[in-house]
Nanobody
């Protein structure tokens, strides 16, 4: 499985961006997530979507502003980001892992496959 993230860029505070992560290989039964890592900080959980899009989870810092979705026909997961803030500046990574008995997976160690990351920069 290989993941390709795209859609990052430079945006002013209050603006919006949509990130995409397209997978090669069969990932229909995979749970997928977005994480981000700012300079000098640990990689942190942003949002997760289960394999059938039945459940979504968000970090408190992005609730109400970000929306994760997936199109299994396109093998793609999206992160719609609105009302962006300078604190959202980071490299955003998509992760994927096979579904299992554990539903909620907010830790990066719970993901086996990663995309290369896409830079999001929010100016004040």
């Amino acid at each position: 499985v290989q993941l390709q993230a795209s859609g990052g860029g430079l945006v002013q505070a209050g603006g919006s961006l949509r990130l995409s992560c397209t997978a090669s290989g069969r990932t229909l039964s995979y749970t997928k997530a977005w994480f981000r890592q700012a300079p000098g900080k640990e990689r942190e959980f942003v949002a997760q979507i289960t394999w059938n899009a039945g459940s979504t989870y968000y970090a408190d810092s992005v609730k109400g502003r970000f929306t994760i979705s997936r199109d299994n026909a396109e093998n793609t997961v999206y992160l719609q980001m609105s009302d962006l803030k300078p604190d959202d500046t980071a490299v955003y990574y998509c992760g994927a892992t096979r579904r299992g008995t554990v539903i909620y997976r907010p830790a990066s160690r719970q993901y086996n496959y990663w995309g290369q990351g896409t830079q999001v920069t929010v100016s004040s």
